[in-house]
C-alpha cells in the first residue's frame, strides 16, 4: 500500500456509554488521521477520554459502549460495524495493543514464552518449534538478557520492565501495521521508561507501522512523537506537529498542560507550580458551548458557543475562539494558570533548631529469599536480601528530603523501616530525639501521631467502606483520643486545607476522583499535625495537573504545620522542585546526598548522571540525551563487592571499582557528597557538556 494512504482515519467519531436509560457521550466528533512510520501522540487528563478513543478504534468497547456517528477506516476498509468475530482477524495480526499495566494482561498460570507462541501459532500458524526460535528471536530484538531464561519464566518473576517488554514483543510479533501503546510507561522508573521509549523507536524504524501513543506523560511526547493530538472531556481541542504544539500552543488547555510540568532545576522557592482549576466535567455534565470554558481564564461570552475544529496553515487545527489572538501574540500566556502564592518559609527554619525532625541512622534491612523445598530440605541457612545497607539520613523542620532512585534501589525498604513497617536488623529512629521502637507494634500513641505516611495508591490506602469523614475523624480519636465536635471541626478545616468543600465528608472513595482521593490521603496524614511525613510515591499516577496541584498543596501544609518530610520519588523533576536536600539511593545504598539547587550542576555521582539523563523533558531543545543503563539491578541477595554500581556504569574505572568500596567525596563549597573512585575534579571534566 502507498505511504500516501493513511494506516487509519477516524472521521467524526462519537462514542457515547448507556447509563441507565440515557447515553452520554465519551467522545464527540473526532477525526485523527495516521499515515505508515508516524507516532502520534494522544494526551490529556485522565478522563479526557483517551483509552475510549484506543478501544474505538480496536472495535473493543465494552457492552454498554457504542459508536454513535462516524466511521473508522483501517488500510481502507470500514471497520467500526465488524462484528466481534469479524475483527478477530485484525485484534493482534493488524492491530495490536500494549497495555499499561502488563502485569495485569499477562497470564500468571503459563510461561511468559509459551504466551508469545500462542500468538504466532493463532495468527501466523507456525508450528511449536518454529514459534518457539521466533520467541526467543523477538525477546533478543526486544534487548531481554538470557531469552531462553525469560521465555521459561512467569510473569511474577521478572521485572516490570522485563514485563513490558515481553508485551511490545507480543505486539510486534505479527508486524502489526497499526500498534496502540495505552500509557505503557507510566508505571515505570524513568531508567526502564526511557531504555523502552528508546526500543519503540528503534523497533519501528523504518517500519511500514503506525503508531498511536496515548499518554499523559508530555516529556514521553518530546521523546517519541512526530505528532499530537490534545483530548479534552472527549472533545479533540488541537491537533499539531510536535514542534508547532510545543513551541506555541493554541488552545489554553493545551499551554496548561504544558505549564504544570515540572522543569529539571526549578524549585518551590523560586516559583509554585501552575495547575488547571477544577477538574473535567463527569459525563451527564458537560452541557453546550465550548468544553473547557469552566476552567479556562480566556473564556468570553462567545465560548457559550461550542466552537468548530478549524484548520490553521494546513498543518494543524485547534478548537478554541480566540486562537487568532494567541496566534498573533495579542494575548499573554505567560499569567495563565500561575500558582495561587509564592512558597513561604517556615520560620523555624530560619533559626536554628534544638533537634532534628528526623533521624535515621545506619539503617540495615533484611529479608529472607524465598527457598523451593529442595533447598529447604538441604539448606541449613536461608539467603538474605539485604535491601538497605548503613543509611542514615536527617531531616530539619519544615524541610524535605527527596529519595530518589530506581524501583527496586530501596527507597521504599527504607521508608518501610523508617515508620516500623518493616523492623531494620539495625539502626536507630529518633523523631525531635524521641527515640522511635523499630517495632511498630511497640510504639506508643505520642510516636505514632508523630510520623504518618502518604502512600503512592490512595485506592488501597483508604478503606472503601469508610466515608471521608470516618476516616479522618478516626484517625483524630485513635492517635489524639478527639471526637465529637472538635474531631468533626477538625476535619471540615482540614478538608478545606486541601481545598476540597466540606460536602466530601459524606462521601465514599469510590465517589472521588483519584486526584481527590490523594488529596483526602495527604489530609488524614497532615491531620493529627505529626512531626515527620513520609511520602512514598505520592503523585507518580496522576495528571501532570493534578500532580502540579498535590505538589502546592503539600508545600503550603509544609508551611503552615513545618513538618519535616521525606519524599520518596524516581522522578527527579519532582524530587528537584520540591526537596531542600537530595538522596540518591542504589541497591540499598546512598550514591550522592546534596542540595537540591546543586543536584542539576556538575559533579554528579556517575548514577544521577543516568537518572537526570533518563528524565523526558518538555523543552524541545533538551530532546534526546544519550546516557543509558544497561541491564537491570543486580539481584540483592548477590554478595557485591566494591561500588554498588559498578556492573551498570557508564563511567567504570576498572577493576578498582569492583574490588574496593569508594570513599566519600566531599565539595566544600556545596557540601555535595559522592560515593565514587573519580575525584570530583574527574567527574566534573567527564560531565562538562560538549
Same mark, same amino acid.
Given at each position: ?448 501521631? $508523630? #510520623? =504518618?505516611?502518604? @502512600?503512592? /495508591? ?9 466515608? *471521608?469523614?470516618?476516616? &479522618? ?82 508545600? $503550603? #501544609? =509544609?508551611?503552615? @504545620?513545618? /513538618? ?9 523533576? *519532582?524530587?528537584?522542585? &520540591? ?112
Amino acid at each position: 500500500m502507498s505511504r500516501e494512504v493513511p494506516i487509519l482515519e477516524v472521521k467524526d467519531l462519537t462514542v457515547a456509554y448507556r447509563i441507565g436509560d440515557h447515553w452520554l457521550e465519551a467522545i464527540r466528533d473526532v477525526n485523527l488521521t495516521l499515515h505508515a512510520g508516524q507516532i502520534y501522540g494522544l494526551v490529556g487528563e485522565s478522563g479526557s477520554g483517551k483509552t475510549t478513543l484506543a478501544m474505538a478504534i480496536l472495535n473493543y468497547l465494552g457492552e454498554n459502549g457504542k459508536i454513535r456517528k462516524g466511521s473508522i477506516v483501517f488500510e481502507g476498509e470500514e471497520i467500526s460495524s465488524l462484528s466481534k468475530e469479524a475483527m478477530r482477524s485484525y485484534w493482534g495480526r493488524k492491530i495490536a495493543l500494549v497495555p499499561q499495566n502488563p502485569l495485569s494482561s499477562l497470564n500468571p498460570t503459563l510461561p511468559v514464552g509459551e504466551q508469545v507462541q500462542e500468538v504466532l501459532r493463532y495468527h501466523l500458524k507456525m508450528p511449536s518449534a518454529v514459534a518457539h526460535q521466533r520467541v526467543l528471536e523477538l525477546f533478543e530484538r526486544v534487548r531481554l538478557a538470557d531469552p531462553e531464561r525469560v521465555a521459561r519464566s512467569y510473569p511474577h518473576q521478572i521485572s516490570g520492565g522485563m514485563q513490558q517488554r515481553v508485551m511490545i514483543a507480543m505486539a510486534l510479533a505479527t508486524s502489526p501495521r497499526l500498534l496502540l501503546l495505552d500509557e505503557p510507561t507510566t508505571s515505570l522508573d524513568v531508567t526502564t521508561q526511557a531504555s523502552i521509549l528508546d526500543l519503540i523507536k528503534e523497533l519501528i524504524q523504518g517500519q511500514e507501522m503506525a503508531v498511536l501513543y496515548v499518554t499523559h506523560n508530555l516529556g514521553v511526547v518530546v521523546e517519541l512523537c512526530h505528532r499530537v493530538a490534545v483530548l479534552y472531556a472527549g472533545e479533540l481541542v488541537e491537533d499539531a506537529p510536535l514542534e508547532d504544539l510545543f513551541s506555541q500552543p493554541l488552545h489554553p488547555y493545551t499551554y496548561g498542560l504544558l505549564k504544570s510540568v515540572p522543569k529539571l532545576g526549578q524549585n518551590k522557592r523560586e516559583q509554585v507550580l501552575s495547575a488547571i482549576p477544577g477538574r473535567i466535567p463527569a459525563l451527564a455534565q458537560r452541557g453546550s458551548g465550548c468544553i473547557f470554558r469552566a476552567r479556562c481564564p480566556l473564556a468570553i461570552e462567545a465560548c457559550s458557543v461550542r466552537p468548530s475544529l478549524e484548520q490553521v496553515n494546513g498543518q494543524r487545527s485547534t478548537r478554541c475562539h480566540r486562537w487568532q489572538e494567541i496566534a498573533h501574540q495579542e494575548i499573554e500566556l505567560s499569567h495563565l494558570f500561575e500558582g495561587e502564592e509564592a512558597f513561604q518559609e517556615p520560620v523555624s527554619i530560619r533559626k536554628q533548631a534544638e533537634a532534628s525532625a528526623l533521624d535515621a541512622e545506619g539503617i540495615v534491612v533484611e529479608f529472607d529469599t524465598h527457598q523451593s523445598l529442595i533447598e529447604s530440605i538441604f539448606s541449613h541457612r536461608k539467603r538474605k536480601i539485604k535491601a538497605v545497607k548503613d543509611v542514615s539520613i536527617h531531616i530539619q523542620p519544615g524541610e524535605t528530603l527527596g529519595l530518589v532512585g530506581e524501583s527496586g534501589s530501596g527507597k521504599t525498604s527504607l521508608a518501610r523501616a523508617i515508620s516500623g513497617l518493616n523492623e531494620p536488623e539495625a539502626g536507630s529512629i529518633r523523631i525531635y530525639g524521641l527515640p522511635a521502637s523499630p517495632k511498630l507494634s511497640k510504639r506508643n500513641r505520642e510516636v505514632l501521631r $508523630r #510520623l =504518618q505516611m502518604v @502512600f503512592q /495508591n490512595p485506592e488501597e490506602a483508604l478503606n472503601p467502606f469508610m466515608t *471521608v469523614g470516618e476516616s &479522618l475523624r478516626r484517625q483524630l480519636f485513635v492517635l489524639q483520643g478527639i471526637r465529637g465536635e472538635e474531631a468533626q471541626r477538625a476535619a471540615e478545616e482540614m478538608v478545606r486545607a486541601v481545598q476540597l468543600p466540606v460536602e466530601v465528608l459524606n462521601r465514599r472513595p469510590n465517589q472521588l476522583s483519584g486526584g481527590e482521593k490523594q488529596r483526602i490521603a495527604i489530609a488524614r496524614a497532615f491531620i493529627t499535625n505529626p512531626d515527620v511525613i513520609i511520602a512514598d510515591e505520592p503523585v507518580s499516577s496522576l495528571d501532570v495537573s493534578v500532580q502540579a496541584a498535590i505538589l502546592n498543596l503539600i508545600n $503550603r #501544609l =509544609q508551611g503552615t @504545620f513545618n /513538618n519535616g518530610l521525606l519524599f520518596i520519588s524516581h522522578d527527579l523533576a *519532582v524530587v528537584g522542585y &520540591l526537596a531542600d536536600q537530595i538522596a540518591v539511593i542504589y541497591l540499598g545504598a546512598l550514591m550522592q546526598l546534596c542540595r537540591a539547587a546543586d543536584l542539576f550542576e556538575p559533579p554528579y555521582h556517575p548514577y544521577t548522571e543516568a537518572l537526570l539523563s533518563a528524565v523526558p523533558s518538555v523543552e524541545l531543545e533538551k530532546k534526546g540525551q544519550t546516557i543509558r543503563l544497561q541491564g537491570d539491578l543486580p539481584s540483592p541477595s548477590e554478595p557485591i563487592t566494591g561500588c554498588p554500581f559498578h556492573s551498570r556504569c557508564p563511567r567504570k574505572i576498572g577493576a578498582i571499582c569492583e574490588r574496593e568500596a569508594p570513599p566519600w567525596r566531599v565539595d566544600e563549597r556545596t557540601q555535595k557528597r559522592i560515593y565514587c573512585h573519580y575525584t570530583l575534579e574527574e567527574l566534573v571534566q567527564l560531565q562538562a557538556p560538549i
